[in-house]
């Protein structure tokens, strides 16, 4: 419970509520990309709440996310922090229904944890920059002639600081007097988790991995020897996904994600990491002119300027020549856009230890055959597997395995996959329930 929480605990959740309203407030949180970086750090939270194993966290948060779509692309921060109030709730509810509301472990409705939801984006920035910089409110108040109590009702949310005061507080932090301005108070700091590039200025290119260790099985999308879409910048060794239209999103590490060297060691800090005990993402900070791991991080170069709205955060690349599209097609066009994506079609393995890997363009299916319909195979088609796994595991218990308590279990648990095998198991050899990619031959 966040009331026994210590304070690097609630550290690290504020870190991530703080990351996941920059990332939905950009218009790439809403991509397939976003919401990969929003499931992280959903379980990160689900993970703190709980006390339960990252893997179940990470099949809770994908759940949810499908019963919750995130708030349209470009939301404010009491949008999001509706949303995150509405998930985290839902799986707080889950939680206790394994407990009685006198246990420890029960998640009481008025717990401080839903106070550090409910913070303005103003008030997380102030709390996340104290950490940061590893500023008491005693010392801040000293260099802005208030008293301690001052500072903790600005973090509090329980009053706002004076124009003077702002820029006073921005002075002590060392950052831009713009990102204290009342005007971004309820506005997250998209800049902070959104690049065109890694900022850790060693331009030193990226090297790629997967982005799921099939250690999980039930969690395991991306195939065995597959490069994978994380990009791995080989200066600091942060981790990204880069989103169709560019921008890369900072992807936590957590224990699905291996880099493709694992001995290889980098000079930025906490890097290994996958919870977030330390300021983040990792490539922003690095450690400032003391010695001592525990003191102040050097503030990112970024906050020493002006804040960027979202769409000016990260430039569109320019757009490739292309033929016409007749008038008649590009509905359909723009719906295919959605769906179509590189999957691996064939890989070989050469003597010399070398893999080869051939991509081509697939859709994701559900294949359903059953009692109804006289043995007919129906299809659907699906955006993304998870998705396809989630209509799959819901359609074999809309079939009876609503009344199977081994489905049921795996149901709750998020192991769609597993719903869907469980479903084939106790059905007829015609009976087929499967989700795979269906390749496909398009026009040059």
Same mark, same amino acid.
């Given at each position: 419970?966040?009331?026994?929480?210590?304070?690097?605990?609630?550290?690290?959740?504020?870190?991530?509520?703080?990351?996941?309203?920059?990332?939905? +407030?950009? #218009?790439? @949180?809403?991509?397939?990309?976003?919401?990969?970086?929003?499931?992280?750090?959903?379980?990160?939270?689900?993970?703190?709440?709980?006390?339960?194993?990252?893997? *179940?966290?990470?099949?809770?948060?994908?759940?949810?996310?499908?019963?919750?779509?995130?708030?349209?692309?470009? +939301?404010?921060?009491?949008?999001?922090?509706?949303?995150?109030?509405?998930?985290?709730?839902?799986?707080? !509810?889950?939680?206790?229904?394994?407990?009685?509301?006198?246990?420890?472990?029960?998640?009481?409705?008025?717990?401080?944890?839903? %106070?550090?939801?409910?913070?303005?984006?103003?008030? &997380?920035?102030?709390?996340?920059?104290?950490?940061?910089?590893?500023?008491?409110?005693?010392?801040?108040?000293?260099?802005?002639?208030? $008293? !301690?109590?001052?500072?903790?009702?600005?973090?509090?949310?329980?009053? &706002?600081?004076?124009?003077?005061?702002?820029?006073?507080?921005? !002075?002590?932090?060392?950052?831009?007097? %713009?990102?204290?301005?009342?005007? &971004?108070?309820?506005?997250?700091?998209?800049?902070?988790?959104?690049?065109?590039?890694?900022? /850790?200025?060693? !331009?030193? $290119?990226?090297?790629?991995?997967?982005?799921? /260790?099939?250690?999980?099985?039930?969690?395991?999308?991306?195939?065995?020897?597959?490069?994978?879409?994380?990009?791995? /910048?080989?200066? /600091?060794?942060?981790?990204?996904?880069?989103?169709?239209?560019?921008?890369?999103? +900072?992807?936590?590490?957590?224990?699905?994600?291996?880099?493709?060297?694992?001995? &290889?060691?980098?000079?930025?800090?906490?890097?290994?990491?996958?919870?977030?005990?330390?300021?983040?993402?990792?490539?922003?900070?690095?450690? @400032?002119?003391?010695?001592? =791991?525990?003191?102040?991080?050097?503030?990112?170069?970024?906050?020493?300027?002006?804040?960027?709205?979202?769409?000016?955060?990260?430039?569109?690349?320019?757009?490739?020549?292309?033929? %016409?599209?007749?008038?008649?097609?590009?509905?359909?066009?723009?719906?295919?856009?959605?769906?179509?994506? #590189?999957?691996?079609?064939?890989?070989?393995?050469?003597?010399?230890?070398?893999?080869?890997?051939?991509?081509?363009?697939?859709?994701?299916?559900?294949?359903?055959?059953?009692?109804? @319909?006289?043995?007919?195979?129906?299809?659907?088609?699906?955006?993304?597997?998870?998705?396809?796994?989630?209509?799959?595991? =819901?359609?074999?218990?809309?079939? $009876?395995?609503?009344?199977?308590?081994?489905?049921?279990?795996?149901?709750?648990? *998020?192991?769609?996959?597993?719903?869907?095998?469980?479903?084939?198991?106790?059905?007829?050899?015609?009976?087929?329930?499967?989700?795979?990619?269906?390749?496909?031959?398009?026009?040059?």
């Amino acid at each position: 419970m966040s009331s026994r929480w210590d304070r690097s605990t609630q550290q690290q959740f504020l870190r991530g509520i703080d990351a996941i309203s920059g990332v939905l +407030a950009h #218009p790439a @949180g809403t991509s397939h990309e976003g919401q990969t970086v929003i499931e992280r750090l959903l379980a990160l939270g689900f993970e703190l709440m709980t006390c339960r194993e990252e893997e *179940g966290e990470l099949a809770l948060a994908e759940e949810l996310l499908i019963q919750h779509p995130v708030p349209a692309s470009g +939301a404010d921060g009491p949008q999001i922090r509706q949303w995150l109030a509405t998930v985290y709730t839902q799986r707080a !509810a889950l939680h206790n229904e394994d407990f009685d509301e006198d246990d420890w472990d029960y998640i009481d409705p008025h717990d401080p944890l839903w %106070a550090l939801i409910e913070l303005s984006d103003l008030a &997380r920035r102030l709390r996340l920059l104290q950490a940061a910089t590893k500023t008491t409110a005693a010392g801040l108040g000293r260099s802005l002639g208030v $008293g !301690a109590h001052q500072i903790s009702h600005w973090a509090a949310d329980d009053s &706002r600081p004076s124009p003077a005061h702002r820029k006073a507080l921005a !002075a002590a932090f060392g950052i831009h007097p %713009a990102w204290l301005t009342a005007d &971004r108070d309820h506005t997250p700091d998209s800049q902070l988790y959104i690049q065109s590039d890694c900022p /850790c200025t060693h !331009a030193a $290119g990226f090297s790629t991995g997967p982005l799921e /260790c099939a250690t999980f099985i039930f969690y395991d999308s991306t195939p065995e020897g597959q490069d994978g879409p994380v990009l791995w /910048c080989d200066g /600091c060794g942060q981790p990204y996904l880069r989103t169709p239209d560019g921008p890369l999103i +900072a992807l936590p590490v957590a224990s699905q994600t291996v880099h493709p060297d694992p001995e &290889r060691r980098y000079r930025a800090a906490h890097v290994r990491d996958g919870e977030l005990t330390q300021p983040w993402p990792h490539a922003l900070w690095s450690p @400032g002119p003391s010695t001592d =791991k525990r003191g102040p991080l050097r503030l990112p170069d970024l906050l020493t300027l002006p804040p960027q709205p979202p769409q000016q955060q990260c430039p569109e690349p320019e757009p490739a020549a292309t033929a %016409a599209v007749p008038a008649s097609r590009k509905g359909a066009d723009a719906v295919a856009a959605g769906f179509i994506r #590189p999957q691996i079609a064939a890989r070989t393995l050469h003597p010399g230890g070398t893999t080869e890997t051939r991509m081509a363009p697939a859709i994701w299916t559900l294949a359903h055959r059953g009692y109804s @319909g006289s043995g007919r195979l129906d299809v659907w088609a699906y955006r993304t597997e998870k998705e396809a796994q989630f209509a799959g595991a =819901k359609l074999a218990m809309d079939c $009876g395995m609503d009344e199977d308590e081994r489905a049921q279990a795996l149901f709750r648990r *998020g192991r769609y996959q597993q719903v869907m095998q469980r479903y084939e198991e106790t059905h007829p050899e015609t009976h087929l329930l499967r989700v795979q990619p269906a390749f496909l031959e398009l026009p040059a």
